[in-house]
């Protein structure tokens, strides 16, 4: 077995990780200059892959401190910097493990540039003297990387933008990336994660900059069109592009978007009724984000460290927190619980625009075409998963008694725990309302529209949500359970105990729990 060999590659990256828990000192220096003498090779560029499939296995004994090892730290940036040239839109490979590579990184570093260290604490060994000089580097690799993914988008939209932003700082640099481009639907996923993982990061400054702007962009388009735009099936490529930037930025923190409630209404109320499939689309993720903001409970603060990371470095240097687990006795875990504003502001949101629907297909669902009738549809389907964790179960005798059972229906205790500070007012349970609208509405299309199969389909799924949905799925713990084994796999040291597990793992798992338990309350109190 060789990491050369590609039929073994796998097993071959378990091997190296498995040895570089036991003898780092011994695996991790060999595999580095391997790394770098493969990087510039013309002649065997497959070695470079191959090696890079073996690199996140062992990026944790690379960047952590221990007893034994301690010099792997000073191979973390100049790896940084010497991998970024091969993200390059000509090799879809080289991309891959090279995301890969940097992905694992910097889930165990935090980009904190710690050279001024070296004049502030007398501590230091050579090692990490070298370490925190080398720190000088994040900001030059920062500014390299969003270049490079820039330039990538850019390519893949065939569209231009202005390498000048490269001196500005890095979130000016994506804000005007953002806003002065349009994206062809092709690249708009790749763009909108971009927008996802800063608004999570700093929600309170993106917002400020972008949100603003872009329900501003929305107006202007809506306010200025030359042609009745809501009803136009091809849809407007710049209003597409700015509906999708909002419907990602409304996934900021409940908190933070209370301020921009008028605008943001604004912005629905104008733009609900749009036909165009793809600018309807994008206001329905929007507001299934916006509800789930508002009413989901999450972390406050998830990074590597509970030490306060200053400037100063006189109580905490960084470089000894990488990649270190921590005790889990001792996470002091803080959660953001839904505020009264928040939970108003949802349940107005809902009041608002989900019973206006409703009305609209009971009242006119024959002559209504297909296309605003599987808009209506799809903008309840939207709504009712980002707020049904708020709508309780339904309380009626025939429900219980609709399926005759020696078990009973409901649970015999009903917890008294929520995770709301005041209980979500709708005009009526809205599961039910659900369910006779849409029950009734199904009869309909069978009976009269039977051709309209995406319409017809929606509409059972929202039926089939509403008795079992409580505001996560098996589906979703599924999808965050494999997330978190995936990076155990990496990261988890196997010979410190079971419980020796990052911080962040350890806080997504507790998440998990806390969001399932919770569904069950509701599913199963009386």
Not at 78 to 105: Q, R
Request: proline residues 3%; charged residues 20%; contains cysteine.
């Amino acid at each position: 077995m060789s990491i050369f060999n590609e039929d073994y590659i796998e097993d071959a990256a378990k091997a190296c990780q498995y040895l570089s828990i036991l003898r780092p000192e011994l695996i991790v220096p060999p595999i580095m200059k391997k790394l770098f003498l493969s990087i510039d090779n013309i002649t065997e560029p497959g070695r470079f892959t191959l090696i890079m499939k073996c690199l996140p296995g062992i990026i944790c004994q690379i960047v952590r401190q221990t007893s034994n090892y301690s010099e792997g730290q000073t191979y973390v940036l100049t790896l940084m910097m010497s991998i970024l040239p091969c993200i390059d839109s000509n090799d879809f490979e080289k991309i891959a493990v090279t995301l890969e590579v940097l992905d694992a990184i910097l889930k165990l570093v935090p980009c904190i540039d710690c050279s001024s260290a070296i004049h502030t604490r007398n501590d230091l060994t050579e090692i990490e003297k070298r370490v925190c000089l080398s720190t000088t580097q994040f900001e030059d690799f920062i500014t390299d990387f969003l270049n490079r993914i820039f330039q990538m988008i850019s390519i893949r939209s065939a569209e231009m933008f202005d390498d000048a932003v490269a001196n500005d700082i890095i979130h000016q640099k994506i804000i005007k990336f953002l806003t002065g481009s349009l994206f062809s639907s092709k690249v708009r996923k790749f763009v909108a994660g971009l927008v996802r993982v800063i608004i999570k990061v700093n929600p309170i400054e993106i917002l400020k900059y972008l949100l603003p702007q872009t329900c501003e962009h929305i107006e202007n388009i809506m306010n200025n069109s030359q042609t009745a735009i809501l009803m136009d099936h091809k849809g407007d490529i710049e209003l597409t592009w700015h509906l999708v930037l909002f419907s990602e930025l409304v996934r900021a923190r409940g908190d933070t978007l209370l301020i921009y409630k008028q605008m943001i209404m604004s912005v629905f109320h104008q733009c609900i009724r749009i036909v165009h499939k793809d600018s309807y689309e994008a206001i329905a993720k929007a507001a299934k984000h916006l509800l789930k903001s508002l009413s989901d409970l999450y972390s406050i603060d998830d990074q590597l460290s509970l030490e306060n990371m200053d400037e100063s470095f006189v109580d905490c240097l960084p470089i000894r927190a990488w990649g270190q687990h921590v005790d889990f006795d001792q996470l002091q875990v803080q959660y953001h619980f839904p505020t009264v504003d928040e939970i108003d502001f949802a349940c107005e949101f809902v009041n608002t625009f989900i019973y206006a629907e409703l009305q609209l297909l009971n009242e006119k669902c024959l002559n209504l075409s297909k296309e605003e009738r599987l808009r209506s549809l799809t903008l309840i389907h939207y709504i009712a998963v980002g707020c049904l964790r708020m709508v309780s179960r339904i309380e009626s005798n025939q429900v219980i008694d609709l399926v005759p059972t020696v078990v009973p229906y409901g649970s015999k205790y009903r917890f008294r725990y929520s995770i709301y500070s005041k209980e979500p007012k709708f005009r009526d349970n809205l599961r039910m309302r659900l369910l006779i609208d849409i029950g009734n509405l199904l009869d309909i299309l069978v009976e009269n529209h039977c051709d309209d199969v995406a319409s017809i389909n929606t509409a059972i799924n929202i039926y089939a949500l509403l008795p079992i949905y409580y505001g996560i799925s098996q589906y979703d713990v599924n999808k965050l359970c494999q997330y978190i084994g995936l990076n155990e796999a990496l990261f988890k040291y196997k010979l410190g105990g079971k419980r020796q597990n990052l911080r962040f793992l350890t806080i997504k798992q507790i998440t998990i729990q806390i969001k399932v338990i919770d569904s069950s309350r509701n599913s199963n109190a009386n």
